[in-house]
């Protein structure tokens, strides 16, 4: 009965009359198959005829392009919003892709005025940077981006009515060695203090009281016999307490001083504006009446160093190109940029900026941006391009940036210990290169940690602090809950505008100026003022025609003929 039953069942469960009845139904298909058919066969031809006209093609094309760019950003802001979800495997993320994390879940650093008063809603927190202009022309290289900006009195307001809370650490001191001893081959310079790779160990070591080794390690005050050595006025001038500061330098007579732009008159009233220059650049500014007795350029109050360190030729990384002298002293700027807390030991915030970089938006906007409402104690940009360390060693070497043996040196050092290359699980840092030129930062016992060991690397190894930025940033938040805000370069573009160094200035070529070819000069007939040998009405020569200069011979043949005739 089962297979009875399977036999009158087609393949897809047809049931046991319709196939009954097989032959009728072929019958009645095949009379409807032949009028759709003829109607096919009137069709096709029409829409051939259609599709063979351009406009309609032409529609075609326009509909389904249409089609493809709707598909594509649905496709991409499917992509956004998942993206928030989950870790990025590509750490290289377009500018514009805003990786955002709260500075809140590694320690409550402060309480800002602005929350106290109950107004905890920011302003920017609904911002988001635009989409990247579309590709014209030629692209030149990283752009800035825009940034949220709250008004300056607003700014001023929301500035921490306490210092941050600096986890672990409470109170920091610093090696005083009059007669330092080096023990190793690379244990860092007289001016550092020679610190051991025990006495390195142990600085990372995160207690509530520590002594460490950051430079000045002579005399009685940083500033004073200690190398980087001030001038007593101008050290008392930078004892004073300061709430915000900002502070740039230049050795070397390397970059020319560019004045900051857009401040507020309460800034110019209240905030400092320190530039550190050596003895040569002193001499320059002099010479060219650009600096007088007052010691200040524009906001700039000039702050000279004598007795600098660091002449030693291996410091040099470029010395075969720009000579042995100048890239001895280029290593000079670490010491203000990494110890600043140490020449102004009463300061709560600053901004460090290089020499060659100018400053456009109003500093207490920029500390409010950057550290204030991301809860953050110290800022600095990630590199635009990079972000692994090992890509950054062989960029630098590539570059000539310093010598080859001292960088793949300083990398075995820190492979030894465990560095590696970037990698997503530590999300949400996005990057291990920062680009220094700017530092963004809250003078509190563990930045102020964090930029003594990062100086004491760059002191130990060579001066590209890049190299050893990820390696005391990751040691140091291996024992303690801190992070480092770690901005976009587009942003870090937005408030600072990079000029050309000198060197590059003075001795780039002129433009060279486009040559017109001039006509050469007509020798012109005294007497008649015509050119010889030009036919007015044709302009052209008739010794160039061939044609008349065989028709003018032949006539003066035929006059020869005549004369010689009527002689006979």
């Keep these: 009965m089962t297979g009875r039953s399977l036999s009158l069942r087609g393949s897809y469960g047809s049931s046991q009359s319709s196939a009954k009845f097989p032959a009728i139904a072929r019958k009645s298909s ?28 032409m529609i075609l094309l326009v509909a389904l392009a249409l089609l493809v760019f709707i598909w594509g950003s649905i496709t991409v802001s499917k992509e956004s919003t998942n993206s928030n979800a989950k870790e990025s495997n590509d750490p290289s993320l377009d500018v514009h892709t805003v990786l955002k994390f709260k500075m809140s879940d590694y320690s409550p650093l402060h309480q800002h005025a602005g929350a106290a008063s109950g107004s905890s809603e920011h302003p920017c927190n609904k911002f988001a940077l635009p989409p990247p202009p579309p590709p014209v022309g030629r692209q030149l290289g990283p752009r800035p981006c825009s940034v949220c900006y709250i008004p300056l009195e607003q700014a001023r307001a929301r500035m921490p009515r306490s210092p941050s809370v600096s986890p672990v650490l409470r109170n920091l001191t610093y090696v005083v060695d009059e007669n330092p001893l080096k023990t190793e081959p690379h244990g860092g310079s007289n001016f550092g203090g020679y610190p051991s790779l025990k006495r390195r160990s142990d600085s990372f070591d995160i207690r509530e009281s520590m002594t460490v080794h950051c430079g000045f390690v002579k005399g009685r005050k940083p500033g004073h016999q200690t190398g980087f050595d001030i001038d007593e006025a101008d050290l008392m001038e930078l004892e004073q307490f300061h709430e915000v500061i900002v502070v740039s330098a230049i050795f070397g007579n390397y970059d020319i001083i560019q004045q900051p732009k857009n401040i507020s008159e309460a800034s110019r009233k209240n905030v400092p504006f320190y530039m550190f ?44 190109k720009l000579g042995q002298g100048l890239l001895a002293t280029r290593r000079l700027p670490e010491v203000p940029k990494l110890l600043l807390h140490r020449i102004l030991p009463n300061v709560r915030y600053s901004i460090w900026i290089d020499g060659k970089l100018q400053l456009v938006v109003d500093p207490y906007q920029v500390l409010e941006r950057f550290l204030w409402s991301q809860n953050a104690n110290f800022a600095i940009s990630r590199h635009y391009r990079r972000f692994d360390v090992f890509e950054e060693a062989e960029a630098n070497k590539a570059a ?32 291990d290169v920062p680009e220094g030129c700017v530092i963004i930062r809250e003078h509190v016992p563990i930045t ?54 000198r060197d590059l ?22 007497g008649t003022g015509r050119t010889p040998g030009k036919n007015p009405r044709h302009g052209r020569s008739r010794r160039s025609n061939p044609r008349h200069h065989r028709k003018s011979v032949a006539g003066n043949r035929d006059k020869q003929v005549i004369s010689q005739a009527r002689k006979i």
């Design 448 to 501: 102020n940690l964090f930029t003594c060991l990062w100086f004491n690397e760059v002191d130990r190894f060579t001066s590209r602090d890049q190299l050893s930025f990820s390696t005391v940033r990751d040691k140091i938040m291996e024992k303690v809950k801190w992070s480092i805000n770690m901005i976009l370069d587009c942003e870090r573009r937005n408030f600072v505008i990079q000029a050309y160094h």
């Design 505 to 526: 200035l003075e001795h780039r070529s002129p433009p060279v100026t486009p040559v017109i070819p001039r006509r050469p000069p007509l020798n012109r007939d005294s």
């Design 277 to 320: 220059v050596d003895e040569e650049t002193e001499t320059y500014m002099k010479n060219s009446t650009v600096l007088d007795s007052s010691m200040k350029v524009g906001l700039w109050r000039i702050i000279v160093v004598h007795n600098i360190p660091y002449n030693d030729t291996r410091r040099n990384g470029k010395a075969s």
């Design 400 to 431: 000539g940036k310093y010598d080859n043996t001292s960088i793949d040196y300083q990398i075995e050092f820190y492979k030894r210990e465990g560095l590696t290359s970037y990698y997503s699980a530590k999300f949400p840092i996005t990057s």
């Design 30 to 57: 095949s009379k409807m198959l032949i009028p759709s058919l003829r109607e096919k066969e009137r069709v096709l031809p029409v829409i051939c005829g259609y599709l063979g006209q351009r406009r309609v093609a």
